[in-house]
């Protein structure tokens, strides 16, 4: 049973790192042509004083191209893969928290954020996607090395 999977291993790295390095890179690109709104869908989950939340919203779209990148043309895979993984695991902690407290907001995990209608909120699929995301990350920390990338 074990063969098969370290037969199949590397090409699921490989898959793991386009699919999660994929969303880091196209949420960081819409992100990034626009930083005053990035800054305020930080700012919309009310967890962080206002400049902390503004520098984040900020350098957030960068970190996720560069961790993205990474992952796509697979160099520093294992580390970019904590990176990416924690990053997601701390946006599940965000929208749980703001779920929890009753906001309304948008995630702005792929540009937009702010306030929303309570009917437009969009909570449960964004955390499931989330989990789905860190599970990637945490999977290709333990198996960085697969088909296509750079690290060697």
Do not use: H
Not at 6 to 25: A, D, E, I
Not at 100 to 127: H, N, Q
């Amino acid at each position: 049973m074990l063969s098969k999977f370290y037969k199949v291993q590397p090409w699921l790295t490989l898959l793991s790192r386009l699919v999660l390095g994929g969303v880091l890179l196209a949420a960081g690109a819409l992100k990034v042509g626009n930083p005053q709104k990035s800054a305020m869908a930080v700012r919309a989950y009310e967890v962080l004083p206002i400049n902390i939340a503004n520098f984040l919203g900020y350098v957030l779209p960068w970190m996720e191209v560069g961790v993205g990148t990474l992952l796509i043309i697979g160099v520093g895979v294992k580390i970019s893969a904590a990176i990416g993984g924690f990053t997601m695991f701390v946006f599940i902690i965000a929208i749980s928290q703001a779920w929890a407290r009753g906001l309304s907001i948008d995630c702005g995990c792929f540009g937009g954020g702010g306030a929303v209608e309570p009917g437009e909120t969009k909570y449960l699929s964004e955390i499931l996607r989330d989990i789905g995301l860190t599970m990637l990350g945490i999977y290709l920390y333990r198996f960085p090395k697969g088909r296509f990338g750079l690290d060697k």
